[in-house]
């Protein structure tokens, strides 16, 4: 028997990765919302990884009560990450996974390409994730992982974002028929990750990438219950950063209206 394996969040995402965890052969100890993380920490002192699986909202309030035994343990798997996140808590450097497959309620899960994974326990969830069937692959360096999270950050606002502003749809309609649009939004939230990351990303290549993410799974639908929100947080982090985001803030207008 393997080392056991901590996952704060049970929800879609977090039932994967436990699931993952168990075929490779970890006992996986769950964290629900009414437990105290404390008494957790003190009754699995040493897991393998503590994996963090909550929604993006939750993240910031988790990590400030992470437990000083788990916290060079950990592994966050949230969208919308970047590492001003991370070392907002003063973690100087996770396991951070970029999750490329979705899992509805009662439905098997859907992948769209291969999940990166980087730091100390990558190859734990790699692995775990491979046990599933699921495609995963670990990465050489935090360059690379900040680069696909700023991929996927793009990937998924655009198509949020996006799909408010058309009505909805999939991703190839939404590029096919609707390209200026998507591409204002893209530009958008490019101009916001350069910023929240502070240096210039290269616009092509970065939009070459999400363009691959859409032929990975064509019919997936732009925007869930999450997407307003997702459009909310950019436009207050946009003006904490003073981002002009003409795009955002005229389909935040019409989406408030």
């Given at each position: 028997m393997k080392d056991p394996v901590a996952i704060i969040g049970i929800g879609e995402i977090g039932g994967v990765i436990a699931r993952g965890m168990?075929?490779?052969?970890?006992?996986?100890?769950?964290?629900?919302?009414?437990?105290?993380?404390?008494?957790a920490a003190q009754q699995i002192?040493?897991?393998?990884?503590?994996?963090?699986?909550?929604?993006?909202?939750?993240?910031?309030?988790?990590?400030?009560?992470?437990p000083t035994r788990w916290r060079d343990r950990l592994a966050l798997i949230q969208n919308e990450l970047l590492p001003r996140d991370w070392q907002a808590h003063d973690l100087?450097?996770?396991?951070?996974?970029?999750?490329?497959?979705?899992?509805?309620?009662?439905?098997?899960?859907?992948?769209?390409?291969?999940?990166?994974?980087?730091g100390p326990h990558a190859g734990t969830l790699v692995r775990a994730l491979e046990a599933l069937e699921i495609p995963a692959r670990e990465l050489r360096s935090e360059t690379e992982l900040l680069d696909e999270l700023v991929v996927k950050n793009l990937y998924i606002l655009t198509t949020n974002i996006g799909g408010l502003a058309v009505g909805g749809g999939d991703v190839e309609t939404l590029w096919r028929d609707h390209r200026e649009t998507a591409e204002a939004v893209f530009d958008d939230v490019l101009a916001l990750q350069e910023a929240l990351v502070d240096q210039s990303l290269d616009r092509d290549a970065l939009l070459e990438r999400m363009l691959a993410a859409f032929d990975g799974d064509p019919a997936h639908k732009c925007m869930g219950r999450s997407a307003p929100q997702r459009l909310q947080r950019a436009l207050e982090?946009?003006?904490?950063?003073g981002v002009e985001v003409a795009t955002l803030a005229a389909i935040g207008e019409r989406a408030g209206g």
């Open positions: 168990l075929r490779a052969g970890h006992p996986v100890y769950p964290v629900t919302r009414d437990m105290d993380m404390a008494t002192p040493e897991p393998t990884v503590v994996v963090l699986a909550v929604a993006e909202k939750d993240l910031h309030p988790t990590l400030e009560q992470i100087d450097h996770p396991t951070v996974a970029s999750i490329w497959f979705e899992k509805k309620p009662g439905q098997d899960v859907k992948v769209v390409m291969p999940s990166p994974a980087q982090m946009a003006r904490e950063q």
